[in-house]
């Protein structure tokens, strides 16, 4: 084994140490799944890594693709100047509808908004020229990250930071006899980032594993 072992036991510890996740996002998990939403959010542990970037950052401007039932689109708007903006771009008309009504109570329908619709649409025109984005978290339809990539990049700041969610592919990312298109997406995304000149990446395996890269 290369590196430490991330136990359970470990996990609670750090959890416990650094807890991002309060009651309202706890309970956030609890209605969304009661909602019928699948549990597919970041890990609490990647919720407080993600504001420690976003603070590192300076980060005021956040675009997201995904937003599910609201939980990172909450954990990333809390670590944002009161001035802020968060847009997180959603296709399921249900999920941006709950994601909605969990923005508003955490008291953060000021600097937080969920666009409804496909977000290659969005991207490609409601949102052309809306950068720079200081921040950019890519958690959606994976066979479309790539493609998420080529028209974020363009609209970072030089210096902005972009992370790609499941960059671990469940466990599957290595596994060369995969073919399975999620996991085939996130091996795409995972290599396009390290290839391109434009940034500077790594993969950090917390959670199911973010590719992070700074926009030079
Ligand atoms: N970021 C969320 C989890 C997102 S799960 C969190 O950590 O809390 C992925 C979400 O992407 C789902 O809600 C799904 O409906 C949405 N999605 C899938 N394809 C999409 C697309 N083409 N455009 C916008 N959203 C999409
Ligand atoms: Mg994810």
Not at 14 to 20: Q, R, Y
Not at 29 to 50: H, N, T, W, Y
Request: aromatic residues 6%; glycine residues 8%; charged residues 25%.
């Amino acid at each position: 084994m290369k590196g430490t072992p991330v136990t359970d036991e470990v996990i609670d510890y750090i959890n416990e140490l650094f807890p991002a996740e309060d009651e309202l996002l706890r309970q956030l998990r609890v209605d969304a799944e009661a909602a019928g939403i699948p549990p597919i959010a970041i890990s609490a542990e990647q919720a407080a890594f993600m504001q420690v970037l976003l603070r590192g950052a300076g980060a005021r401007r956040v675009i997201e693709i995904g937003t599910l039932a609201g939980y990172s689109a909450i954990t990333m708007a809390r670590a944002l100047p009161d001035d802020g903006e968060l847009v997180t771009l959603e296709v399921n008309p249900l999920h941006a509808e709950f994601a909605s009504a969990q923005i508003a109570r955490a008291g953060l329908a000021h600097k937080a908004r969920v666009l409804t619709g496909s977000a290659l649409d969005l991207l490609e025109r409601d949102l052309a020229g809306s950068g720079p984005y200081d921040f950019a978290f890519i958690d959606a339809d994976k066979p479309a990250y790539r493609r998420y990539l080529e028209l974020l990049v363009p609209m970072m700041r030089s210096g902005g930071l972009i992370a790609g969610d499941n960059a671990m592919a469940w466990g599957r990312i290595a596994d060369a006899s995969t073919t399975e298109a999620n996991v085939i997406g996130m091996r795409e995304f995972n290599r396009a980032v390290a290839d391109d000149q434009r940034l500077q990446g790594c993969l950090v395996p917390i959670g199911d594993g973010m590719c992070l890269a700074v926009v030079r």
